[in-house]
Structure formats: C-alpha cells, structure tokens
C-alpha cells in the first residue's frame, strides 16, 4: 500500500518520463495523464504531425502497460476490434481470437476514418471496461483507456463521431505548433537516436491501478460540486448550443479536478481545478445550433465564456 505522497511521485515520473519525448507540451502531456488517471479516455484532435500518436505511445511505455493500435479505415469491422471465434480444424471448435481492443492502453488512430457502425464497436468497451462478442462478455484489462486521434482539417472520407462517442471521452487534447525554441529542441533529440527509443517505463499497470484508486479519494467540497453542476447547466441553456453538457459531463469534470489536485499534491480540488479544466471536459460535447455554426462559433469558446461570467465559489475553510 503506497502513500499518498509515494502516489504523487510516482505520477510525476510519468509526466517526466512522457516529457522526454513530448518537448514543450507539458500541458496536453498533463491532461494524458489526467485521463489516465480517472480511468477516463482522451481525444486527441489537432493536424498532422505534432505528435498525437507519440503521446499515447509513450504513455504507454511510460507506464509499462500493453498497448495495441487500430488503424481505423472505412472498411474496418467491428470484430476488427472486439475479436471473433475462429473455427481451429484440428480441435473441430471455435476459439476466441482477442482483437487489438484487449489491452491496457488502445490507440484508436484517425477514429473518424471508420463507419459509424465500427465506432460502436468502442461504445461498450470504453464505457463497461468489456466486449460482448457472440453473447459472451469478456472483461478488458486493468488498467484500460482508449486514445483516440482524428485530424480536424480533412474531412473527405471520414465519418463525424456521434454524440453518445463523444460523450465516452473524459477531455479533449490538443497539443498545437511547437514554438520556434521547441521545434529546434525536437529537431536535435531526433538528429541521432529519436528520445522514444530509449524511453523505458517509469511505473507498472498495477501501481497505476493504485493511483487511479487514490484520485477517487481526493475530497470535492459540495460548494465545488454546484459550481460544476451550475457550468453544466449554464451550457445547456446557453442561446448557441443545441446540446449541452450531460451527467457525465459533470462527473468526468468532478474526476478530472481529483486528478488534477492529486498531481499538484492537493488532497482537495479548487474552484480553479474545476475552471481550468472545463473547456477539455465539456467543449467536444457541446452540439452548436445551425445558426452559431454558421456564425463560426467554437464550442471551447463558449465554455471558456461561461467560465468567466459564472462566479467562483468560495471553498469552506477548516472541513
């Protein structure tokens, strides 16, 4: 049984070890390790080439957890990811052949390349923590989290997650252009031997497991629970939006404050925890009316606006 501070150090040596290949971006690395952390799963939306699959890559690593990757392509199937009883002739019986989903940390590349019908695939594992295949549920590993990347830019050939896909993922991460200091430091970490070669696993699954069930006791003041309740409910009478911020919603933003309170070595989460993590919880599943998206309005904006209206409570002293 580790303490509280061993917990602490531990998680910081993810972010560490994590920041060795991901240069400049402590700030998307932090809410990787935030998602993991909640037992929660991050989208991770932004362009080409800033590094969004080496982030879950070396989050994986970092952690010594198993790790699989599923391209996601239009003629992806659904047992492409759950796995499918094959017949062996020399038995004469079926056997069940694991897909990629059965890892601890699961890279879904370019997620909204694949029907809609494969999506769904994704919907019972990341929100039960198993697959049903055949009738037959299957537990997935502890821990489990699903990455999922897809590129906001290029829209031929890709299908739009769904709202209830959507509402799966804790946050959304996005990571952005290094600045010209930080894109000359990635350009000398890769002239040799490229950082992620030599990355070696700061912690093991199970001690992850351990901090996972540490975050949880991370106390919420009631006065912060109704400020996350108030955002919520602000976003869905918001005129913009069409679709506001479910139960979930406030639930991911209850657990992403605990996680972010635990790495800054609070055993309590602040107002400003709630606030500073609000645009990554809600903004990817706020569904904008026809008449702010032709306006060009931005989900992130929006909450990022409430933010700033809605007062900050004040916490209770001496609980």
Known sequence: MQTATQGREIAQRILDNVGKVILGKQDAVSLGVIALLCQGHALIEDVPGVGKTMLAKCLARSTGCSFSRIQFTPDLL?????????????????????????????????????????QSALLEAMEERQVTVEGVTRRLPSP?????????????????????QLDRFLLRIRLGYPSAAEEIAILNSQQTTPPFDTLQAATTPAEVTQLQDDVRRVYVDPLVKQYIVTLAEASRRHKDIALGASPRASLALQRAGQARAFLQGRDYVLPDDVKELAGPVFAHRLVLNASARMQGADGLRVVRQLAEEIAVPGVRAGR
């Open 78 to 118: 659904p047992s492409d990811i759950t796995g499918a009883s094959i017949y062996n002739q020399k038995t004469g019986e079926f056997q069940f052949r694991p897909g990629p989903v059965h890892s601890q940390i699961v890279l879904a590349d370019e997620i909204n390349r694949a029907t809609p019908k494969t």
């Open 144 to 164: 489990f989290m699903v990455m999922a990347t897809q590129n906001p830019v290029e829209y031929e050939g890709t299908f739009p997650l769904p709202e209830a």
